[in-house]
Structures are given as structure tokens and as C-alpha cells.
């Protein structure tokens, strides 16, 4: 039996890799598999082979390679990344969650893969576990406002409004002048007018919170549960300033005994 050969193996991936290239996909998987023979990595060729079946649309069978290749290296980030990358192209979730999985498990600090599981989880319906992913991930990245845009979204979206304004506030603080930020700001126009339209109710409804209201219109609606964004803050006063007195007056409160 031939002893493997470092150098005949770097050639044939090289060879292997220029075949790939061309377009020759079968004489490429070929010559991968003689510089493994050669003595070439084994992880690295095998995930190679798994490009090249993605290339040819076969991509079950590549997914099924990069795990052998990353069951050769377990320890490498790379091959989990192609399965993630993979998995998520065909819309195969279960895959995406998996993978995304085992690379957080392997490099805590792996961005993409709380991306992709973050929105695996959102597609399966699992928002609890969306939201403790993207937690994570603008404790990754606390200077990314898209993480905060993502976690303002799922805050809303499981009725917690004041943390929703929290990121949602984060994110044009971070990068005020971009689209993003404007879009930011359209979610807080919509959070602020949602909790706005309640407090009118209410100040026509309590007579108490009216008097609250007109004395201090913001530590009044916190101490309602109500969490406005400053740009709700200065509706809020600019409303108790001219046009809260225009109110009907609370109708008084008839106990029954």
C-alpha cells in the first residue's frame, strides 16, 4: 500500500479545485477523493464534495456530506456554517435549527448562527425561544441596530410594549440617519399612537389620572403601565398642554349599594 504523500495531496486539491472551477464537477469529486487517498485532509475535501453536489442542486446530499465532514472535525466552525448556509436555501428548518445549534455550541461568539436560528425559530412559530436568541445576539453585538430592530419586533409582537420601545429607541440612537432608523421611527409613531389613543380613554374615563395627567403628564401614564417613546413624551405634552382641558369631563362614579 502507497504511503500518503503531502505533497501529491496539495497538488490534487489544487488540480481538484481548477477542475471544480471549470465546471468539472465529476472529475473534481474524482480528484478529491484521490489527494485523500493522498493523504489530504479528509474534513476539508469532504465538505469540497458537499460544494460541488450544492452547485449541482443536490442539496440533501451535501447537507449529508458537510455532517460527515464535520463529524471528521468537530471542532471546526466551517462545516456547520455550509449546513446552516445550506439548510436555510431549501427551507429545511429542522436542519437550520440543528446546525445553528451545534456552531453556538462550538463558537459562542458565531454571529451568523444566532441569525439563522433566530429566524428558523420565528418561521416555527416558537417566538419565546426567538426572543432569547436574539437577546443573545445584541449581547454579541450591542452596536448593531438591526439586532435591536429584531428584538424590538419580537418584544412587540409578545405584547411587551416598553421593551419594544427600548430597542426600537436603541436603534436610532446607534445610527440615526439610515433607513433602518427610519423605519424605527415609524414603529414607534405606531407603538406611541397605539398607547396614546388609551390614554385619552382613560383621561376621559378616570377623573384622578386627568388630574395626574394635567400636573405631570409623564410620571402619570408610567405609573399606568404606559411606556412612550420621547417622541410620544412630547405629544404627550403638547396634548395636556392644549387640548386635554378640552375634554368632556369625567362622568362621576355611581355606587350601587
Known sequence: ?????????????????????????????????????????????????????????????????ASSAAAMDPASIEAHEFIIVTAEAIGDRAATIAASQ?????????????NALGAALIQMGDISAALRITAALVRLEPGEPAHHI???????HQGE??????????????????????????ALAGLDMFQFSHIVMLANE???????????????????GFCLSHYGIELLVDFCTHALSALPEPLPTVLYH
Do not use: W
Open 1 to 65: 500500500m502507497k504511503k500518503p504523500n503531502k505533497y501529491n495531496s496539495i497538488h490534487l486539491m489544487e488540480e481538484a479545485l481548477s477542475l471544480e472551477m471549470d465546471g468539472s464537477f465529476v472529475e473534481a469529486i474524482n480528484c478529491y477523493h484521490r489527494a485523500m487517498d493522498a493523504g489530504a485532509d479528509p474534513a476539508e475535501a469532504t465538505l469540497r464534495i458537499a460544494g460541488i453536489f450544492r452547485k449541482m442542486n443536490m442539496s440533501e446530499l451535501a447537507i449529508a456530506l
Open 102 to 114: 451545534r456552531a453556538i455550541k462550538i463558537a459562542p461568539d458565531f454571529v451568523p448562527a444566532y
Open 150 to 156: 429584531k428584538l424590538a419586533m419580537l418584544y412587540q
Open 161 to 186: 410594549i416598553g421593551l419594544a420601545v427600548r430597542e426600537f429607541s436603541e436603534a436610532i440612537r446607534l445610527n440615526p440617519d439610515t433607513a433602518l432608523a427610519d423605519s424605527a421611527r415609524e
Open 206 to 224: 378616570d377623573r384622578v389620572f386627568r388630574l395626574k395627567l394635567a400636573r405631570a403628564p409623564e410620571s402619570a401614564v408610567k405609573e399606568r
